[in-house]
């Protein structure tokens, strides 16, 4: 097993910066990929970026030029820089791990941080 703890959510004014961090926890050599997933109300969750151990990534469309996703391989730690936020970035924001592929999501979740972005 695998355990997320996300932190850094909040509400910010359109065009601001948040930074969400995400430590995992427990059965490390289950984590590869590592990333993020969103879910606004009443829409699917949807995959807002990934990274690999060795520093690939994958972007949704949406958040490409604003978001930067990282990790620290030593602290099991993965990071979603987010600037320039608009209010359509408002969701539930969660942390992801246990995938081989950037493109799928894997078995662990976190538990969830909002993000409101509003005047």
């Known amino acids: 097993q695998v355990q997320l703890v996300e932190s850094g959510g909040g509400l910010v004014q359109p065009g601001g910066s948040l930074r969400l961090s995400c430590a995992a926890s427990?059965?490390?050599?289950?984590?590869?990929?590592m990333g993020w997933y969103r879910q606004a109300p009443g829409k699917e969750r949807e995959l807002v970026a990934a990274?690999?151990?060795?520093?690939?990534?994958k972007y949704s469309d949406s958040v490409k030029g604003r978001f930067t996703i990282s990790r620290d391989n030593a602290k099991n730690t993965v990071y979603l820089q987010m600037n320039s936020l608009k209010p359509e970035d408002t969701a539930v924001y969660y942390c992801n791990t246990g995938a081989l592929l950037l493109i799928t999501p894997g078995a662990y979740w976190g538990q969830g941080t909002q993000v409101t972005v509003s005047s």
């Open positions: 990274v690999t151990t060795d520093g690939r990534t």
């Open positions: 427990g059965n490390i050599f289950s984590i590869n990929v």
